[in-house]
């Protein structure tokens, strides 16, 4: 166990529909950070907060939006949901310490119908 | 922009054998981290072992130990002895040091290695 911990483990919705993805991290820890896992992309770096401020975004569509509140719990939104947004959606945070390490969390899987 | 080559997209071994996966990355950064991940058939990622690319001496974690040629671009993972619960998929993932305590840089991936542990 990371941790780190993602709400729901598993999300099926329609196409055009709008979901919301919940990670809270390691008791802690000031970043968090969104990836992408899909068959075709493979792995992919999607935003990251530190703090509740936007530090750094990847191949985020404009469609996904992410947001960190003062708990330092993260929301990812997806709308206008297509079904190559099925994949799984990883949420990790880093240690305040120096060993530069990421923990993930379980993922969210989203299956778009 | 960096990039994570990972050329194996499958690999066997016997239980109690050594495998070698492969990983190649191209970057201009001098200072960065270079980690491998498991990802067992739970989806869970784990980390197995990181490097830090300005200690020349590779990291070694239990029966996981690394091959850094920083020259080279090069970051392979060596298991030894290997166990059925290795089976799973290795990813390689890179990450350029970022000022400033518990912010860290983003991970860029490899595409993995799918790896399968036999009896």
């Known amino acids: 166990d990371s941790g780190v911990t993602q709400t729901p483990k598993h999300l099926i919705t329609a196409t055009g529909q709008r979901v919301t993805l919940r990670c809270s991290p390691r008791?802690?820890?000031?970043?968090v950070y969104w990836y992408q896992q899909s068959l075709d992309q493979g792995l992919q770096f999607l935003i990251q907060?530190?703090?509740?401020?936007?530090?750094a975004k990847g191949n985020i569509l404009e469609r996904f939006s992410a947001q960190q509140f003062p708990d330092l719990h993260s929301e990812l939104n997806l709308s206008s949901l297509e079904l190559g947004d099925s994949a799984l959606y990883f949420c990790?945070?880093?240690?305040?310490?120096?060993?530069?390490?990421?923990?993930f969390g379980p993922g969210t899987r989203l299956t778009v119908l | 922009a960096q990039t994570v080559t990972q050329s194996q997209p499958e690999m066997s071994v016997q239980e109690a054998e050594t495998v070698t996966l492969s990983c190649t990355y191209d970057?201009?950064?001098?200072?960065?981290?270079l980690f491998w991940y498991k990802q067992p058939p739970s989806r869970q990622m784990i980390l197995v072992i990181r490097?830090?690319?300005?200690?020349?001496q590779n990291a070694t974690e239990n029966r996981f130990s690394v091959n850094f040629q920083k020259a080279a671009k090069s970051f392979s993972l060596k298991i030894s002895d290997s166990q059925l619960g290795d089976t799973a998929m290795y990813f390689c993932?890179?990450?350029?040091?970022?000022?400033?305590?518990?912010?860290?840089?983003?991970?860029?991936f490899g595409q993995g290695t799918t790896l399968q542990v036999k009896p």
């Open positions: 990790a945070s880093s240690s305040t310490g120096v060993r530069n390490e990421q923990f």
């Open positions: 008791s802690g820890d000031l970043s």
């Open positions: 907060y530190y703090n509740g401020e936007e530090r």
């Open positions: 970057t201009s950064e001098n200072n960065y981290y």
């Open positions: 490097q830090e690319a300005y200690k020349q």
């Open positions: 993932a890179f990450m350029k040091w970022v000022m400033g305590s518990g912010n860290t840089g983003k991970l860029i």
